[in-house]
């Protein structure tokens, strides 16, 4: 009796994408199910049909060697013979998601390794460091690979053997009417293997708990925040397994006289009010801990900025640098002596020759603006 044609048998055209051609199958499937027609050999036969045909039309080459050469194509082996898998490849492959991803998680479970895990490490560093760079070294407590056992987790002179309850899978399969539910095996926890002879330094685990050494190297110029990764330097993974990386965030300490604003630096610098008035230089503290001068202008006033042109930070992966800006504030004399009173009142009380310019601009127009509000209120 000649086979039926499998686009007629998933109830498809033949140029049926894979969207419709899944979907017929899932209807079928679940129509002709044995378990839905228990002692039905003729749903189980047509059960078999549906499975067949979507095994060869769901595979790109099989499909076209059907197309070509029809039934004939697999003549000597059928479709399992050129790399189908049968009903239950299919059902991974339909419900694998419900199920913790199929045999493709079993694969990974059969080796019974895992990556270790990553690592975060804070350290706090200077403002200077974080200007000029340092190298440091840090402790960090960690799991690394037993050395008595190289990671297997078995004692000397035996290894790992296979999961006699999951078969190397690390995941077992319970049937519950149509569906088939997957978990982790709980013999081997999903690893695959079982130690019968566990490692007396580790307890099987194939890692210790050790606290490692590491150099670290801070990079000139790196900011408050910054994320450094030591790749590899995390926990050690578990039977061979990789290991996971260690972050290294960064937190710049306040500095007691510069504020950061990216590559930029202030600085607040009081300043005596007859050097405000008269001119003259000051001396500042620069990063790198030197000294720069400053010329103060006749008549400064508090807030005036001054700019050190790449007297700032260091710029991340770069030989340039941002400026430093002083902020002055004048400061006002406190416990004068009767003699400074004295001069500080005649100054007071002199005014400025006719055609010249006051000496308090700023303080006379506040004052002229006020009156004039107060004149406008009482018209």
Same mark, same amino acid.
């Given at each position: ?6 686009? *007629?048998?998933?109830?498809?055209? %033949?140029?049926?994408? *894979? ?70 490849? !299919?059902?991974? *492959? ?11 998680? /079993? ?25 000029? /760079? ?23 002179? $035996? ?8 078969? /190397? ?10 569906? #088939?539910?997957? %978990? ?21 685990? /194939?890692? &210790? ?12 110029? &790196?900011?408050?925040?910054?994320? !450094? %990764? ?7 993974? $578990? ?31 009081? !300043? ?9 230089? !000051? ?34 992966? $770069? ?38 310019? #006051? ?12 009156? *004039? ?7």
């Amino acid at each position: 009796m000649a086979k039926p044609d499998y686009y *007629e048998t998933l109830g498809v055209n %033949r140029g049926a994408d *894979e969207k419709a051609l899944k979907s017929a199958y899932r209807k079928l499937a679940m129509k002709y199910h044995p378990d839905r027609n228990p002692d039905d050999d003729a749903a189980e036969a047509k059960f078999k049909e549906v499975n067949e045909a979507y095994d060869v039309l769901k595979d790109d080459e099989k499909r076209a060697a059907y197309n070509q050469f029809g039934h004939a194509a697999f003549e000597g082996g059928g479709p399992g013979g050129a790399g189908g898998g049968g009903f239950a490849d !299919i059902f991974d *492959e339909m419900f694998g998601d419900f199920m913790g991803g199929g045999r493709q998680a /079993g694969n990974r479970g059969r080796a019974g390794a895992s990556r270790g895990a990553d690592l975060r490490y804070n350290m706090q560093i200077s403002l200077e460091d974080a200007f000029q /760079g340092r190298e440091t070294q840090i402790r960090v407590p960690t799991a690394v690979t037993c050395e008595d056992c190289n990671g297997s987790g078995a004692s000397k002179g $035996s290894h790992p053997t296979t999961c006699g309850m999951c078969q /190397g899978r690390g995941k077992v399969r319970a049937q519950q009417g149509f569906f #088939t539910i997957e %978990r982790t095996c709980p013999t081997c926890n999903g690893t695959g293997q079982v130690i019968e002879d566990p490692c007396q330094t580790c307890g099987g685990s /194939g890692r &210790v708990q050790k606290e490692k050494t590491l150099k670290v190297t801070i990079p000139a110029g &790196v900011e408050d925040g910054t994320r !450094i %990764r030591l790749a590899g330097e995390g926990e050690a993974g $578990s039977r061979g397994g990789g290991a996971g990386d260690l972050y290294i965030f960064v937190a710049v300490a306040p500095h007691r006289m510069f504020q950061r604003d990216a590559a930029d630096l202030h600085i607040r610098v009081p !300043i005596p009010m007859a050097t405000a008035a008269l001119g003259g230089s !000051i001396e500042v503290p620069t990063i790198e801990g030197k000294r720069a001068k400053v010329t103060i202008p006749k008549g400064a006033q508090s807030g005036h900025q001054f700019r050190l042109r790449g007297k700032g930070m260091s710029v991340l992966r $770069s030989q340039a640098r941002g400026d430093m800006y002083i902020d002055v504030v004048v400061e006002t004399p406190v416990n004068l002596s009767k003699r400074q009173e004295e001069l500080l009142r005649e100054f007071q009380g002199e005014k400025p020759a006719k055609g010249e310019s #006051t000496t308090s601009p700023e303080s006379e127009g506040f004052f002229s603006r006020v009156k *004039e509000l107060w004149e406008d209120l009482t018209d």
